[in-house]
């Protein structure tokens, strides 16, 4: 049974960094593309950024130049640093795993809170 296991988050002021870790517990092959999502209140959840197995990546792009995904592939796990946060990034951030082995696979992370205020 593969766990998504998200770190990081929390509180932070306007122009603040934080880091999102994210691993898979559980043995995970073949992922295709590792991604971090985020869900603010009343909104759909969106794609923030992804990186694919073949390392390159895509943002979203209101955090464009701001946040960088990075991937650990010995480790199975992606991270998500984020700087000059503005409160508009406030929102619940999901990572996300696919890939295909006998089948596709999808991953969700539990979430964690991203709060930028001050």
């Known amino acids: 049974q593969v766990q998504l296991v998200q770190s990081g988050g929390g509180f932070v002021q306007p122009g603040g960094s934080l880091r999102l870790s994210c691993a898979a517990s559980?043995?995970?092959?073949?992922?295709?593309?590792m991604g971090w999502y985020r869900q603010a209140p009343g909104k759909e959840r969106e794609l923030v950024a992804a990186i694919r197995s073949g390392g390159s990546t895509n943002y979203a792009d209101s955090v464009k130049g701001r946040f960088t995904i990075s991937r650990n592939n010995a480790k199975n796990a992606v991270y998500l640093q984020m700087n000059s946060l503005k409160p508009e990034d406030t929102a619940v951030y999901y990572c996300?795993?696919?890939?295909?082995?006998?089948?596709?696979?999808?991953?969700w992370g539990q979430g964690t809170q991203v709060t930028v205020s001050s």
């Open positions: 559980g043995s995970i092959f073949n992922i295709n593309a």
């Open positions: 996300n795993m696919v890939g295909y082995l006998g089948g596709q696979y999808d991953y």
